[in-house]
């Protein structure tokens, strides 16, 4: 009874759900609608429930090959690395940062005990020091110490090799996004507070200093920042008022200086391993490394800041530089109204680390509310130290086309003062400005006194030490209710004549600043003594009778060992000469050079080729319901290099986002240079940062290419992954050809296309202007423009025969379309004559260059101008090691084209250049078709390039509109098929396009590529005459190679 009851139910349903179908038929009728309407709306729902099957069956497929993938890696981790169940090598997409999971899974186990170790030194110890430390403060207590559950992340480690042998150096790039809570109570003032949650990121050195020869074979830890780290701290309690706009920021930077009064250079904290170690103080307060001296030379082409009426005006900038080494900061002149400025100043300033240590220039409008931001530069002081004197115009990060012209010397720190004569006198000879410059530091390491005088009630004093050289005078700590004071400290001096300085100390009680003794050094003694260095206790002046304070005077001759020639004097500009008086540039025309005379760096540029490819495991910040409901990110990606700044698409709702963007920048081998990755998660009023990186540019340079994965700095978790490629230009146009095809396969789907050559282009100057009858001669200057891109040279002083002596790059698409077009006018804007330069006519000459006078067209009758031109290909790998394998020959079109390209339609993914220069084979039956089919591992996509198709058969009177289908087998699925345009009229089609197929190398190597090659009959009808078909086996075809073959098309009716 059961099975019949089912039965009936089943038939039921079957007849209800038929008797659905004809409802639509019925509401047609009761509306009084046609049968073409019912059609429509069936055409319409079957279309929509095809697409919501085929979307759901991708969703299927893609989980499917993730989840088998994401299997057979970690079977293989499992295998072959011997990991444990479940877990990936921590190092495999990491050759230059190691990522240090072990030491993360370490900390996230130690945390715990973490806590309750920082609970009892807060308690146990900090507690009763501030008690201590003020009157109005003894009943002071921590409430609460809890260090939450999240620890403290190692996103990367990476080691140098130490000055000596005994020195490990190990920076750590560590994140703490915790939720720390510590509360404060003052119960004398009912006064609660504290802080709940706090970031922190930076770069943390470790020095494993000195080794043993016993265990624990390393003698101390010595750890600092080496520079300031990033700090957001959440308070509470009554400090919500620094929460307030305004205050937030006094009190971050108010810790922030407590941190780095202890673990930002020079500070550097000490914790020894072994008992008694001698080397403690001299680890605790090393002698510096050296001593850089930078000289402020001047800037170029800076952005105008200054606008008037609402920005119709422009007006020009008040720059000043903001230069920093570590905590060291000084701030130049002002120059009022002025884009390229020279400032002629000399600082100088203590390195105490390199690798590591940074200069760091900001460029700033000066204005009345808020300065506004011209640039900024960066380089690593290992750059100077390796140079010893490294003179450039370095590019400005986000200042446009901005440059800062500076000097950087490496002064040599001598223990002896046989080359002190010397350095005073070659001092006497610069003129530095606000200071002069020094011949020699002096540090004074403050360790101790003892005995020092009791206060008149008997108590002990709270002293401190005040140091001063001349009018500069450094502060100790204080020390609470001693008389027998533990500093450990350390001071540094610049000395301009040792010989004839003194530095004098005052040991003061902090509490009066009533004085407990003084003494007086004369720095003659210091260079008498041995390896001029002082070590003994000095008796105090005005103080007791046994009163020693015990400390280290350090003296250090500061010697530039420049190379040959390192002391002469600075190179000109980029693109601009120092010219002499009555020489080339004076604008005689008796004179007259007969050649341009650019800069010995003009032409050496390169092209930064850089792919942004994807990201992983990036942090969600969309969160709801208070982070009740998580979310995602909507991430973009800001790339900065060479004052160049690229935005990505914006990716939604997405924590792994695929850009598969180029970007292409022109890049000179400038030291100190990084390629900077900024991403972002996109909202409504305020982005989020989700991470940052960079790559040194000189790595990019040298290497060539660099593809990796890299780790994002500031967060907790994320890493990208980039492709930087730099491209030489190189004079010969033999493989500009196999450029353009290879640039149409790498071509991404969405960006402007590749450049195939980069031309430079050096204005020297120009002569025989035309001059208006009784006016002035013209202040002239020159725009040059290829395609949307222009720019200008600066405005000469009046004079017909005006010298730039600039140069400019430009990133060429299409050497054979394109066009150089330059323009000479006056201050007004009114046309003194006109270039244009055809791209080919560079192609056509000798070493793609050309060199000398050239008439300008629509000005006076003698006007001319004197520039060179020159054009590089850039030749990537991929073609060099095509270009190297002597590959056959491609074929070529021998017969010209008779129809013009049309009907591209939406279908046309990307249009390549022609196949030029190769040769055709003998004519087949039924014609050859011409394709390209490569496999991208980058993006897994598998590529194929239609590019055309010669002698095909007609099989009709008429000529045919051939097009070519493509199907990847056995899947002939609407997902795997594709199709090219249709050309009018012809039996020599070129199509030039390219399609994609997302599969994996291995699923590619499975399938069968299937061409047919059909006309259509009519555009009333439906049928197609079929002209030949092409099969080929994908796992026959080096899909590695990418290039372009001939294959014999098919009768229809044959068999694979």
């Not at 790595?699 to 700095?713: F, I, N």
Request: with cysteine; glycine share 8%.
């Amino acid at each position: 009874m059961e099975r019949r009851g089912a039965a009936a139910a089943a038939a039921l349903g079957a007849l209800g759900r038929r008797l659905l179908w004809a409802l639509p038929a019925y509401a047609a009728g009761l509306l009084g609608l046609g049968a073409g309407a019912v059609l429509l709306a069936l055409a319409l729902y079957a279309g929509w429930r095809r697409r919501r099957r085929a979307r759901e069956r991708g969703l299927r497929l893609a989980a499917r090959l993730q989840h088998d993938e994401e299997a057979a890696v970690r079977a293989a981790a499992a295998a072959g690395l011997g990991t444990a169940r479940g877990e990936l090598p921590a190092w495999v997409t990491f050759p230059d940062v190691e990522r240090a999971e072990w030491l993360n899974k370490v900390l996230a186990q130690a945390w715990p005990f973490f806590g309750r170790y920082m609970e009892k030194l807060l308690v146990e110890n900090v507690a009763p020091a501030i008690r201590a430390s003020n009157t109005h403060l003894q009943t002071f207590t921590f409430t609460k110490v809890d260090m939450g559950e999240k620890p403290l992340r190692v996103l990367g480690v990476r080691s140098h090799p130490g000055t000596h042998k005994q020195q490990i150096l190990l920076d750590l790039n560590v994140s703490y996004v915790g939720d720390v809570q510590i509360d404060v109570e003052v119960k004398k003032f009912f006064c609660k507070a504290g802080v709940k949650g706090m970031q922190l990121h930076g770069m943390l050195r470790i020095i494993l200093e000195p080794l043993l020869g016993d265990v624990p074979i390393v003698g101390a830890l010595t750890m600092f920042f080496i520079r300031r780290p990033t700090l957001d701290i959440n308070w509470t309690g009554m400090t919500n008022l620094l929460d307030i706009p305004g205050l937030s920021s006094v009190s971050d930077t108010m810790i922030m200086d407590a941190i780095s009064s202890y673990l930002v250079l020079p500070n550097r904290l000490l914790v020894p391993l072994v008992p008694d170690l001698h080397e403690a103080a001299q680890l605790r307060c090393p002698l510096p490394r050296g001593v850089v001296r930078v000289h402020l030379l001047g800037a170029r082409d800076l952005q105008s800041k200054d606008r008037f009426m609402r920005g119709l005006v422009e007006g020009k900038s008040d720059p000043y530089a903001v230069l920093r080494v570590g905590t060291q900061v000084v701030t130049s002149r002002v120059i009022d109204d002025n884009l390229n400025p020279t400032w002629d100043e000399v600082y100088e300033f203590i390195v105490h680390e390199v690798p590591g240590q940074e200069i760091e220039v900001e460029l700033f409008d000066k204005d009345p509310d808020q300065d506004d931001l011209l640039g900024r530069m960066k380089l690593d002081l290992g750059e100077v130290l390796k140079a010893r004197v490294l003179e450039e115009w370095f590019p400005l990060q986000d200042g446009g086309r901005g440059r800062l012209r500076l000097r950087l010397e490496w002064l040599t720190l001598m223990s002896d003062a046989s080359k002190l004569d010397e350095v005073l006198q070659r001092n006497r000879t610069i003129a530095a400005k606000p200071d002069p410059p020094s011949a020699a530091i002096l540090v004074v390491y403050l360790d101790r006194a003892q005995e020092l005088p009791l206060k008149k009630s008997g108590k002990e004093p709270n002293p401190m030490v005040q140091v001063s050289v001349q009018d500069v005078t450094r502060e100790s700590k204080v020390v609470y209710n001693t008389a027998a004071p533990v500093w450990e400290d350390a001071f540094r001096f610049f000395l301009h004549d040792p010989a004839h300085q003194d530095v004098d100390i005052q040991v003061k009680d902090d509490m009066r600043q009533s004085s407990l003794g003084s003494v007086s050094v004369h720095l003659s003694r210091l260079l008498a003594a041995p390896e001029l260095t002082l070590r003994q206790p000095f008796a105090l002046e005005r103080s007791g009778p046994r009163s020693r304070l015990y400390m280290t005077l350090v003296l250090r001759v500061l010697f530039l060992d420049a190379p040959e020639g390192g002391c002469g004097p600075p190179p000109a500009p980029p693109g601009q000469l120092d010219l002499q008086p009555g020489g080339a540039g004076a604008g005689s025309s008796a004179e007259r050079p007969s050649k341009a005379s650019p800069d010995p760096q003009f032409g050496t540029e390169h092209v930064l080729r850089i792919h942004l490819l994807e990201a992983e495991n990036l942090i969600a910040k969309d969160n709801f319901l208070k982070g009740m409901v998580r979310g995602k990110s909507d991430p973009y990606a800001k790339v900065r290099v060479a004052g160049k700044v690229f935005r990505s698409r914006v990716v939604k709702e997405e924590l792994n986002p695929r850009w598969n963007e180029v970007y292409e920048v022109v890049v000179d081998s400038v030291p100190g240079q990084d390629v900077e990755f900024d991403l972002f998660d996109k909202d409504i009023d305020k982005d989020d940062f989700l991470g940052r990186c960079k790559v040194p540019l000189r790595r990019v340079l040298s290497s060539r290419v660099v593809d990796e994965w890299l780790p994002l700095e500031e967060v907790k978790s994320g890493r990208l992954h980039v492709r930087l490629e730099s491209l030489a230009p190189c004079p010969s146009a033999a493989l500009l050809e196999q450029v353009l095809h290879a640039n149409g396969l790498l071509q991404p789907a969405r960006g402007e296309e590749l450049s195939a050559a980069l031309l430079s282009v050096f204005v020297d100057r120009a002569a025989d202007l035309p001059v208006r009858r009784g006016s002035k001669p013209p202040a002239a200057c020159a725009s040059l423009a290829v395609r949307d891109v222009s720019v200008k040279t600066k405005t000469c002083a009046p004079s017909s025969e005006p010298v730039w002596d600039e140069g400019f790059s430009f990133l060429i698409k299409r050497p054979h379309g394109e066009s150089l077009e330059l323009q000479v006018r006056d201050e007004g804007g009114q046309p003194l004559g006109a270039l244009s330069l055809p791209l080919p006519q560079l192609l056509a000459s000798e070493g793609l260059a050309v060199d000398g006078w050239f008439p300008l067209a629509g000005g006076g009758p003698g006007g001319q101008v004197l520039l060179r031109a020159q054009l590089g290909v850039l030749v990537s790998q991929d073609v060099e090691g095509a270009a190297g394998d002597g590959g056959d020959p491609e074929p070529q079109d021998v017969e010209p084209r008779q129809e013009e390209e049309s009907g591209a339609g939406g279908q046309l993914r990307q249009r390549l250049a022609p196949a030029e220069g190769r040769a055709e084979p003998a004519e087949p039956p039924l014609g050859r078709l011409q394709l390209s089919l490569c496999y991208r591992a980058d993006e897994r996509k598998l590529v194929a390039v239609v590019h055309a198709c010669r002698k095909l058969r007609a099989v009709s009177k008429d000529l045919p509109d051939p097009y070519v289908s493509l199907v990847l087998l056995p899947d002939k699925s609407r997902a795997t098929k594709r199709k090219t345009s249709a050309q009018r009229k012809t039996l020599n089609p070129d199509f030039n396009e390219k399609f994609e197929w997302d599969l994996s190398l291995e699923e590619a190597g499975r399938r069968k590529l299937e061409a047919h090659v059909k006309s259509t009959v009519s555009f009333m009808s439906r049928e197609k005459e079929a002209l030949g078909k092409l099969h080929l086996d994908l796992a026959q075809v080096d899909l590695s190679e990418g290039g372009a073959h001939w294959y014999e098309l098919r009768d229809e009716r044959s068999s694979p």
